[in-house]
């Protein structure tokens, strides 16, 4: 008897036939209306991943302008039928203002079943086998035949039935809009895209930054698209000259497609090919070339973004495609400083600083440059506890495009670690993301805001979408596990910080956290190895007084007294030697050294003052009304 395969979704006491949309609990049928059967078959197939709310709507109610009440609703009714309540997560998982993820096990089943129509012929009858769709499980799907007449009903019957069938598939296909290559065969839309630096052929002094520009400038503007999520400049970054097969890096990036492709410069010409593979599938969805002159570089940018997008396809809106047309700079040499600068600046790290001068001379070279100007912002804003140059910088930038989500983002970052205004910052991390909901920096930016007042579940969530839009950062990640710290789950802060250092072993601020997690597990071997890998130790490794600090001799505290001594009469001392001291004043157990170099954090306004707050290094203090006056200085509530 001829077979086909049927395919099922599992997952719990769940069965999901997204054939006859339909779900099972332990064999028995559970009702769903249409809307939420769809929305149920897309999270399960995407399980572990969120799935933004755009998303849902535009694939669930494609054909029609609804607003999200009826999505909330629809997820209401999926809940329902597998008895969750409002609160539980233990299928599906609300990210606020941002979407929804299935959280169990998904199986993917693989069944054999009988063919739609087999014919059984005997001496007297015909028997026709025949699926009846919506039919109890119990129920046979035999109907005996007994006459010629009736036998040739059927047929028809069973013929028009397969041509409906046919139709519905083609229209869901069509509506669907999918993306076809080649071979004109139907693939799934694209979702998520990984633009990759294409690989120099040259070994000109300059082609990497000019590969890496390149793949920045189509970054950002597809990054105006909002039904795709285009992975940041910063998680490609990593990738340039490692060559690493492209498929294995959407993997690692967490998208259905990556593009990818070759740079030659050869006789005053740049030529560039271009190519769109599906990651799920491996097949080539759509390949370009591209050839202009080195003085039509920017033209070179606007035919590729207008070919990949009309490559994935889109239905653009107005404001689409002027972001989609929409030049950072006219100025080439503005736009290669720009991009060096940027390189240095999303690695972080102790060598932050030395982006300032690419900043500064893209800026020279063109006054209008807004990502040049919000770039310089962004190193000014962590380098420093107070710059009035970053905020005159934000300013000028939000002059120039108030659209700019990152602009937002700098400027809530310093509202928050600059000013302390806390309700002005919180304002800002809303704008940037409603600018932009696929913003890494502003999610990132805003789950550091709820953590340091307390909000740890909103901070995870906000992270975790930082952490969805850009998989491979270090400080993203790392930051995850502070979180973690913050709320005092030790190992999972652990975790989190070792895959950080995974991605970068040099990372300074990961070994403090590890330094601070392992304290608070009573670690003392391995917070001196996390000790001795950050910039405190690097900066202080000379003093003898430090190292009997690091080491634990002496009578308790007493190293520590002595090198107070030495300072506590000067003046100018650096912010991360007045942080070191508190830290460590803090370690040894001295209640009112604390005190006394917090009160020193304040009048310094430290940036590092707000962790305070949360840190649980400092929980033997916050019944002390000095150290809770602390925080209510700064604007917060220990």
């Known amino acids: 008897m001829p077979h086909t395969a049927r395919y099922f979704y599992e997952f719990g006491p769940f069965r999901f036939d997204p054939q006859k949309r339909r779900l099972l609990r332990n064999g028995e049928a559970v009702p769903l209306n249409a809307k939420a059967v769809d929305v149920l078959l897309v999270l399960v197939q995407h399980p572990g991943r969120m799935v933004e709310r755009e998303t849902l709507m535009q694939t669930v109610w494609a054909d029609a302008v609804v607003e999200d009440a009826n999505l909330t609703v629809a997820i209401s009714h999926v809940r329902k039928a597998l008895s969750e309540n409002g609160e539980a997560t233990e299928y599906i998982e609300t990210i606020p203002r941002a979407g929804y993820r299935f959280v169990a096990e998904v199986r993917d089943v693989r069944e054999e079943v009988p063919a739609l129509v087999i014919e059984k012929h005997t001496v007297s009858e015909t028997v026709i086998e025949e699926e009846v769709f919506d039919a109890p499980e119990a129920l046979t799907d035999t109907v005996i035949i007994a006459t010629a007449q009736s036998r040739w009903l059927a047929l028809v019957?069973?013929?028009?039935?397969?041509?409906?069938?046919?139709?519905?598939?083609?229209?869901?296909?069509?509506?669907?809009?999918?993306?076809?290559?080649?071979?004109?065969?139907?693939?799934?839309p694209i979702r998520s895209l990984a633009v990759l630096a294409p690989n120099a052929l040259n070994s000109?002094?300059?082609?990497?930054?000019?590969?890496?520009?390149?793949?920045?400038?189509?970054?950002?503007?597809?990054?105006?698209?909002?039904?795709?999520?285009?992975?940041?400049?910063?998680?490609?970054i990593?990738?340039?000259?490692?060559?690493?097969?492209?498929?294995?890096?959407?993997?690692?990036?967490?998208?259905?497609?990556?593009?990818?492709?070759?740079?030659?410069?050869?006789?005053?010409r740049v030529r560039v090919t271009m190519r769109l593979i599906d990651v799920r599938t491996g097949v080539q969805l759509w390949s370009g070339n591209f050839d202009e002159s080195n003085a039509d570089i920017f033209k070179l940018q606007d035919r590729m973004s207008a070919a990949v997008a009309d490559a994935l396809p889109l239905k653009l809106t107005g404001a689409e495609r002027v972001s989609l047309a929409r030049r950072q700079t006219d100025n080439a040499q503005a736009y290669a400083l720009y991009v060096d600068g940027n390189r240095i600046w999303n690695r972080r790290g102790l060598n932050v600083a030395s982006a300032i001068p690419y900043f500064q001379k893209a800026i020279a070279l063109d006054p209008n440059f807004v990502r040049a100007y919000v770039g310089l912002?962004?190193?000014?804003?962590?380098?420093?506890?107070?710059?009035?140059?970053?905020?005159?910088?934000?300013?000028?930038?939000?002059?120039?495009?108030?659209?700019?989500?990152?602009?937002?983002?700098?400027?809530?970052?310093?509202?928050m670690f600059h000013h302390w205004d806390w309700a002005g910052a919180e304002q800002g991390f809303d704008r940037a993301v409603a600018l932009d909901p696929n913003s890494a920096p502003a999610h990132h930016w805003r789950g550091v805001y709820l953590s340091l007042r307390g909000r740890f579940d909103e901070a995870k969530a906000e992270m975790h979408r930082a952490l969805d839009?850009?998989?491979?950062?270090?400080?993203?990640?790392?930051?995850?596990?502070?979180?973690?710290?913050?709320?005092?789950e030790y190992d999972q802060a652990i975790d989190y910080c070792q895959r950080a250092l995974a991605l970068d072993s040099e990372s300074d601020m990961t070994?403090?956290?590890?330094?601070?997690?392992?304290?608070?597990?009573?670690?003392?071997?391995?917070?001196?190895?996390?000790?001795?890998?950050?910039?405190?130790?690097?900066?202080?490794?000379?003093?003898?007084?430090?190292?009997?600090?690091?080491?634990?001799?002496?009578?308790?505290?007493?190293?520590?007294?002595?090198?107070?001594?030495?300072?506590?009469?000067?003046?100018?001392?650096?912010?991360?030697?007045?942080?070191?001291?508190?830290?460590?004043?803090?370690?040894?157990?001295?209640?009112?050294?604390?005190?006394?170099?917090?009160?020193?954090?304040?009048?310094?306004?430290?940036?590092?003052?707000?962790?305070?707050?949360?840190?649980?290094?400092?929980?033997?203090?916050?019944?002390?009304?000095?150290?809770?006056?602390?925080?209510?200085?700064?604007?917060?509530?220990?």
């Not at 000109?204 to 039904?227: E, M, P, Q, V, Y």
């Not at 996390?530 to 430090?546: I, Y």
């Not at 707050?613 to 009304?625: E, K, S």
């Open 157 to 188: 019957g069973t013929l028009l039935l397969l041509l409906v069938a046919l139709g519905v598939v083609l229209y869901v296909r069509k509506s669907d809009r999918h993306v076809v290559n080649a071979g004109n065969t139907a693939v799934s």
């Open 469 to 488: 839009l850009d998989p491979q950062s270090a400080i993203i990640t790392a930051d995850i596990g502070q979180l973690h710290y913050f709320a005092h």
């Open 238 to 268: 990593r990738y340039i000259d490692a060559g690493k097969d492209p498929i294995d890096v959407g993997r690692a990036l967490k998208v259905d497609a990556v593009m990818e492709g070759s740079l030659q410069r050869a006789d005053g």
């Open 511 to 638: 070994h403090a956290y590890l330094r601070d997690i392992y304290l608070a597990k009573g670690m003392n071997h391995e917070v001196l190895a996390a000790s001795l890998r950050t910039r405190w130790a690097l900066e202080f490794a000379s003093d003898p007084n430090m190292r009997a600090i690091y080491a634990r001799s002496g009578p308790k505290g007493a190293a520590l007294r002595q090198l107070e001594q030495k300072v506590s009469s000067r003046h100018g001392l650096s912010a991360g030697f007045i942080w070191f001291m508190t830290w460590h004043s803090m370690v040894v157990g001295d209640r009112e050294q604390t005190l006394r170099w917090l009160d020193r954090c304040y009048q310094e306004h430290l940036f590092m003052l707000p962790f305070v707050n949360v840190d649980p290094l400092f929980d033997p203090l916050r019944d002390d009304p000095r150290f809770q006056e602390i925080c209510q200085r700064i604007g917060l509530r220990s």
């Open 204 to 236: 000109d002094a300059d082609i990497s930054s000019l590969s890496l520009g390149i793949a920045d400038a189509l970054i950002t503007r597809l990054g105006g698209l909002r039904r795709v999520v285009v992975r940041p400049t910063s998680a490609i």
């Open 377 to 415: 912002a962004n190193v000014h804003a962590v380098t420093s506890s107070a710059s009035p140059e970053a905020e005159m910088l934000i300013e000028k930038a939000l002059q120039l495009d108030n659209t700019l989500a990152e602009a937002h983002a700098t400027r809530a970052f310093l509202r």
